[in-house]
């Protein structure tokens, strides 16, 4: 349901209100989306994954214990990146992607320039 121009002009006295309040914060809040927090979360479990990968494989001539600790910490790292992707969902996703190709237009004009040329076989 659409707003009422009363409701309108509400909208926008608050956001100038905040704009000249505290113009940090009206920034953050217009830079936030749903997203950022999963997207966040998502990259911290790749770390994850990779130091748990590279703690396994030093480890793995010490003791195989400290080997299973390592692949221990991937897993769980692993499942928290499966958890945020799904939390991200297809909307998600795809607004990431957008955004990535706004911030990198060469690659976004390269993609476009490969989807144009026939594929040869």
């Known amino acids: 349901m659409p707003l009422s121009e009363d409701e309108q002009r509400i909208l926008a006295e608050i956001e100038r209100n ?3 309040s505290d113009p940090r914060l009206a920034r953050e809040v217009s830079e936030t989306t749903v997203y950022r927090h999963a997207l966040g979360s998502m ?4 770390l994850w994954i990779v130091l748990g990968l590279l703690a396994m494989i030093a480890t793995l001539q010490v ?7 390592g692949f221990l910490v ?3 790292a692993a499942i928290g990146f499966e958890r945020n992707f799904r ?11 957008r955004a990535f190709r706004a911030a990198n ?3 976004a004009d390269q993609d476009s320039d ?5 594929d040869v076989d």
């Open 18 to 20: 905040l704009h000249e």
């Open 43 to 46: 990259r911290w479990s790749l």
């Open 63 to 69: 003791h195989y214990l400290l080997a299973f600790v």
């Open 74 to 76: 991937m897993m769980a």
């Open 87 to 97: 939390l991200m969902g297809k909307a998600g996703i795809n607004q990431f992607t």
């Open 105 to 107: 237009p060469t690659q």
């Open 114 to 118: 490969r989807a144009d040329e026939p």
